[in-house]
Antibody
Framework: EVQLVESGGRLVQIGGSLRLSCAAS????????MNWVRQAPGKGLEWLSH????????DYADSVKGRFTISRDNARNSLFLQLTSLRAEDTATYYC???????????WGQGTLVTVSS | DIQMTQSPSTLSASVGDRVTITCRAS??????LAWYQHKPGKAPKLLIY???SLQTGVPSRFSGSGYATEFTLTISDLQPDDFAVYFC?????????FGQGTKLEI
């Protein structure tokens, strides 16, 4: 069974930093591209970033480019998102999401909540 | 960026009904569209990919259609478990974008 479990979300001050993690199991992690997607309270879903299997050719949404960094450790079956220069509008539930071989998003974690406040 | 416009934002229905949700893309995305079901506190669940392909394990009362810029998700014979929020999403190019969501309520 595919499982994606996010962790690291917490209350952080405006301008602060945070590192989110995602532990993957139930599939060969190094064979799949991965993504982060978020949902702010009462808002829709926002795709943030994509990382291929070998960590090259990374993509970011304009809203987080230069502030967030996606990475992966295939030996540890883990995905990461480093968040810096956090703003109040970054408050959201952050989801770790697997890409299928056709690049649609096929499995999602349950999310981790990041709250950015002064 | 490709914009996805989803309607309606809220849909009221009853068990046994058939409902349709529409998603429109700002430019052609061919068949690169997926539909998801999302319940509070749970992981979003993939229902349909490539516009009309049913994800393994999803009941056949869910169906998708469309091409280029106009797409629909149809749920036949609504069941109590189907009351949730539904999102469309294109996977044509990055950045992927989502529709605003449709809340299906009793």
């Amino acid at each position: 069974e595919v499982q994606l479990v996010e962790s690291g979300g917490r209350l952080v001050q405006i301008g602060g930093s945070l590192r989110l993690s995602c532990a993957a199991s139930g599939f060969n992690f190094d064979e799949y591209d991965m993504n982060w997607v978020r949902q702010a309270p009462g808002k829709g879903l926002e795709w943030l970033s994509h990382i291929p299997t070998r960590g090259d050719s990374i993509d970011y949404a304009d809203s987080v480019k230069g502030r967030f960094t996606i990475s992966r450790d295939n030996a540890r079956n883990s995905l990461f998102l480093q968040l810096t220069s956090l703003r109040a509008e970054d408050t959201a539930t952050y989801y770790c999401v697997r890409s299928s071989s056709w690049y649609y998003l096929d499995y999602w974690g349950q999310g981790t909540l990041v709250t950015v406040s002064s | 960026d490709i914009q996805m416009t989803q309607s309606p934002s809220t849909l009221s229905a009853s068990v046994g009904d058939r409902v349709t949700i529409t998603c429109r893309a700002s430019q052609t995305i061919h068949s690169y569209l997926a539909w998801y079901q999302h319940k509070p506190g749970k992981a979003p669940k993939l229902l349909i990919y490539k516009a009309s392909s049913l994800q393994t394990g999803v009941p056949s009362r869910f169906s998708g259609s469309g091409y280029a810029t106009e797409f629909t998700l149809t749920i036949s014979d609504l069941q109590p478990d189907d009351f949730a929020v539904y999102f469309c999403q294109h996977f044509h190019t990055y950045p992927y974008t989502f529709g605003q969501g449709t809340k299906l309520e009793i």
